[in-house]
């Protein structure tokens, strides 16, 4: 450990740190351009000079080079360190155009703090700016090459770090300039962070542009609840909308970074009645009602069914989207009225994964995004990372710019932004390519690693007795036997039921053979591991729910931020079904089918305007703060009303939680409910943590070995050329979330349906074809991509907003050949 | 002041006859100015001369296009203590920005001229007008088209 002095004070810091992070840790932030943490440094852009005063380095040299050494004394202030700095901002404004009053970045940009602090004020130099033509990079980005300074940030991330090729540097010396080989939209769906990383203002936030000045937003620790990651972001709100997301620092789950669907995912949340629709206004059978009115007459119509056919008649429905405070209180709500539910889950398949996810992972092999940056093995079974859970895939791919070897064992074409070796496989055989890839991994003499994994061992050996796998997966599996620290990213959308299990437990296995094994699970939502956690198995899953519901058992619905009509395959029957309750209400955020045909709908609020709490799928409870008040946003050249009034035009929501508590009496029961009261007592682990809780993890009970595994091994009861229909997540297109922000719209490409390329031989399709789908709810029009990486006898079908997947009338549908047909 | 124009009521007062001098001291004032040239200005016939650095109602000046050298930077809404400014900017066909609203109440502002002085691009300028009456409090809330032609309409 290092000790040097840094402007008179000590600090002694661990082995390899810069100089420049030194300085950082005693509060001293020596200026930096082209340097970050992330990244690394390349000492391109000469800002960060500092005068060595003592110690194996002499004079000023780049404190982001130079790693601290014993003996060192360092000052940042030194004259000569000072009239350095002062003259490199000299040339870097040189050709920087004083376009501040118009850039978006003006009031948050490196470049400018720095120019100032370094007292540069007169340009000297009389020769003319050089110019670039900007390009156009996408509907996210706006690029304005002017104002580069060649720090090389912007290609370092885009390249080294998120792993995509088609932005980077060209030319050199004064024409050096950084973007794409023509205009065209940004391949990379990390391409916001390039706004973050930029310390200028040449990659701007397209969404926002023009719309606000950095000193005019309200800002608060935000989360997003797009996918079950939960990163951290800043949400910046102004003139009561959100305007813009920015990553927030989180070293144990997305780092500096955020996906593009977290990033500018965000617009759901403001409603413009001119434009779009968040709909602010509780509403009685469709008109527009006061907000006491919409309450009392939801508790009456729920209380009349509870008195008339007993409580079970009414049922609590929620969702994915969820938080822990609403989740908690639909608990308590069902708990102490004696209402259904909650059901959080739609497929009962779905159920089982995520309950068997969140159960299974304790706190022994649950690891964090970064650990999985330092795995040395990774392996991917039955997930996409880039799609379901994109921060997921920037996390594998650090893990495999180190070295480590990444498996993919996947019905879909997962592409990573790494090199990965992929295994195309049915659902069902996912298992046995996991326990096989053990099982050799293991090797022959682990005989002595207790009774538990004997039994495990034999049971592997019983089942893939006739599996023969392919040469790679010998490979892999020699790869996997040299690694010490090994993780299983197991995702929970196609894999069967049992895999969630089978992948914790294969984690454990991998424990006892001296490795330190981790588990990373991908929940299908950001309320996924709450809703696990909080679900009952006497509970019924919503499938179950609307049998109940055609049989007269159920006459009254509550849903609470959740729509069945996104996420239930049979929409007819959903129809039916709700048509013959007597009262169903809708508390929602989103303008939905279910919102609109609901009896009584009333706004909820969103993560924004409410603190929210969210489980991530690693089990990490965290903490989102409320931004802005809400209500209807000022539309652009509006001022805010002269009237001074604590109303507030669409202020009437509530958060879902207190919405339900009014309607359930509840404030009659325990008045001034607070979610410290409730939100504690519902989760184990969580009376230590207290409320609200951010970062930590809750103590998770420890589950061990399961006994009992169902390996789907060669089940070989699928007839040749029978289709099994999946029905994926796609990053941009196929959430709710997407469905409502219109700053996604851009990013959606059209629906595709992948097969591989042998069953597009057989079917006699090409790449491009529209085929009609025949499926029990009439037929799917969709365009074919066949692919190499697909596994055989599957069509990969994303759960598309522009598509009507809901035609397929089940959760799992098994298509003929004869039923596809080429248009 | 010389000494002896102070006129000391008090220590006169009760003492009878004294009254006389004091009045026509006042009236020898009063004559003496009878026929000097006034020095009241007829307002509003007649307008006083304001300072070079007199700070009166806004105005948003044009280059030689004629069109608003604004681009709506927001640094005169950062920069005035009394929030009187409000600006939301457009991106117009070129990609240029512009203020697609431009509003400044006249009513909360106090003349600081901090506004002009922040304008990176001399786009606003405070005139010399002092006088500005409407009928309605809402009529100084003064938009891009009145402060346009701020000089125009109320100096006619």
């Not at chain 1, 509403?283 to 007993?310: C, F």
């Not at chain 1, 089918?593 to 706004?603: G, I, L, N, Q």
């Not at chain 2, 040239?37 to 296009?65: A, C």
Request: aromatic share 8%.
């Amino acid at each position: 450990m290092p000790r040097l002095i840094i402007d008179e004070r000590e600090i002694e810091v661990p082995e390899g740190t810069k100089v420049i992070d030194a300085a950082e840790m005693l509060g001293i932030v020596i200026p930096r351009f082209c340097y970050h943490e992330a990244l690394g440094s390349v000492g391109a852009c000469r800002m960060c000079a500092v005068k060595f005063i003592q110690g194996p380095f002499k004079g000023v040299q780049m404190s982001c080079m130079i790693e601290a050494q014993d003996g060192m004394v360092v000052s940042t202030t030194d004259q000569e360190a000072v009239e350095f700095r002062k003259r490199v901002i000299e040339l870097l404004m040189k050709n920087h155009p004083l376009d501040c009053p118009v850039c978006d970045e003006g009031g948050q940009c490196l470049l400018q703090d720095e120019t100032i602090s370094g007292g540069h004020a007169m340009r000297r130099f009389p020769g003319p700016k050089r110019t670039y033509r900007d390009q156009y990079l996408g509907p996210f980005i706006k690029h304005e090459m002017n104002r580069c300074i060649h720090c090389y940030r912007c290609s370092r991330f885009y390249q080294e770090f998120a792993g995509y090729r088609d932005l980077g540097p060209m030319q050199i010396g004064d024409r050096l300039y950084f973007g794409r080989f023509s205009d065209g939209c940004l391949e990379s769906p990390f391409s916001g962070n390039l706004v973050d990383i930029c310390p200028t203002g040449v990659y701007t936030d397209k969404t926002a542009r023009f719309k606000l000045r950095r000193w005019d937003l309200q800002r608060a620790p935000g989360l997003c609840n797009q996918c079950s990651l939960g990163c951290n972001t800043v949400a910046n709100a102004h003139y009561r909308g959100v305007m813009r997301m920015e990553a927030r620092f989180n070293r144990d789950v997305n780092g500096y970074f955020l996906c593009d669907a977290g990033r500018f995912g965000f617009s759901y949340a403001n409603g413009d009645p001119g434009l779009w629709r968040r709909p602010l206004f509780p509403k009685i059978a469709g008109e527009v009602a006061g907000a006491a009115d919409a309450l009392s007459a939801a508790r009456k119509a729920l209380d009349d069914i509870a008195a008339k056919n007993g409580p079970g008649a009414v049922a609590v429905v929620g969702s994915q989207r969820n938080s822990l405070e609403t989740q908690s209180m639909m608990n308590l709500v069902c708990e102490t009225r004696g209402w259904l539910g909650p059901v959080f889950f739609f497929d009962p398949a779905m159920r089982l994964k995520t309950l068997s996810a969140v159960h299974e992972l304790d706190g022994e092999i649950a690891v964090s995004m970064k650990q999985i940056e330092n795995a040395d093995f990774i392996l991917v079974v039955g997930a996409d990372p880039l799609n379901e859970a994109p921060m997921s895939a920037m996390a594998i791919r650090q893990a495999a710019r180190k070295k480590a070897p990444v498996v993919t064992i996947d019905p879909r074409p997962v592409s990573l932004p790494c090199d990965s070796q992929h295994f195309a496989v049915l659902p069902k055989d996912i298992e046995s390519y996991l326990g096989a890839l053990i099982l050799k991994a293991m090797g022959k003499d682990a005989a002595s690693l207790g009774s538990e994994s004997e039994n495990f061992r034999a049971y592997l050996g019983s089942q893939l007795e006739n599996f023969n796998p392919p040469e790679s997966l010998d490979q892999c599996a020699r790869l996997l036997a040299a690694s010490s620290k090994p993780v299983i990213i197991c995702g929970t959308d196609v894999t069967m039921e049992t895999t969630p299990a089978f992948a914790a437990d294969c984690v454990r296995l991998l424990n006892l053979c001296e490795k330190q094994a981790g588990l990373f699970n991908l929940l299908p939502g950001a309320g996924s591991f709450g809703a696990g956690l909080l679900s009952r198995t006497e509970v019924p899953t919503f499938a179950d729910l609307v049998e109940y519901i055609e049989n007269g058992r159920v006459r009254g619905l509550v849903f609470a931020e959740s729509d069945p009509f996104h996420c239930y395959p049979d929409r007819a029957r959903l129809e039916s079904a709700l048509s013959k309750l007597d009262f169903f209400l809708a508390l929602d955020y989103f303008p939905s089918e279910t919102a609109r045909r609901a009896s009584v709908f009333y706004p909820a609020s969103t993560i924004f305007e409410t603190g929210a709490t969210f489980l991530n799928q690693e089990g990490r409870a965290q903490f989102a703060s409320p931004v802005h008040c809400g209500g209807e946003p000022i539309r652009p050249g509006e001022h805010p009303p002269r009237v001074y009034s604590g109303l507030v035009p669409g202020g009437d929501h509530l958060p879902a939680w207190k919405a339900l508590a009014s309607i359930a009496g509840m404030e009659e029961t325990c008045p001034d409910i607070a979610p410290e009261k409730f939100v504690p007592p519902s989760i184990p682990g969580f009376e230590a943590l207290g409320y609200p809780v951010d970062g930590q993890r809750p103590a998770l009970a420890k589950s061990g070995f399961k006994t009992q595994w169902g390996l789907n091994t060669f089940d070989k009861s699928q007839a040749p050329l029978t289709f099994e229909l999946l029905m994926v997540e796609w990053i941009f297109g196929t959430s709710e979330f997407s469905a409502w922000s219109d700053s996604l719209a851009p990013a959606v490409l059209p629906p595709l349906m992948s097969i591989s390329a042998k069953d597009a031989v057989r079917l006699g399709l090409a790449d491009k074809d529209k085929v009609s789908v025949e499926l029990a709810g009439g037929e799917l029009e969709i365009v074919v991509s066949v692919s190499d990486r697909t596994a055989e006898s599957v069509l990969i079908v994303p759960r598309h907003n522009g598509l009507e997947w809901q035609k397929s009338h089940d959760f799992r549908v098994f298509v003929s050949s004869e039923k596809i047909r080429k248009i | 002041m010389e000494k002896s124009d102070i006129i000391n009521v008090s220590k006169n007062r009760g003492e009878k006859g004294n009254y006389v001098k004091p009045i026509l001291k006042g009236l020898q004032f009063t004559m003496g100015n009878f026929f000097k040239k006034p020095v009241t200005i007829q307002y509003p016939d007649q307008k006083t001369v304001r300072s070079q650095r007199w700070r009166g109602l806004h105005k948003l000046n044009v280059d030689e296009k004629g069109e608003l050298k604004c681009v709506a930077c927001g640094l005169c809404a950062a920069v005035c203590p009394s929030q009187a400014i409000t600006i939301l900017a457009r991106e117009d066909e070129g990609g240029t920005r512009h203020p697609e609203k431009f509003e400044v109440n006249e009513l909360r502002c106090i003349f600081c001229g901090f506004c002009q002085d922040a304008c990176p691009k001399s786009a606003i300028s405070l005139t010399k007008i002092y006088e500005y009456v409407n009928y309605n409090r809402e009529d100084f809330v003064f938009d891009i088209s009145i402060l346009k032609t701020t000089g125009e309409k109320w100096n006619s």
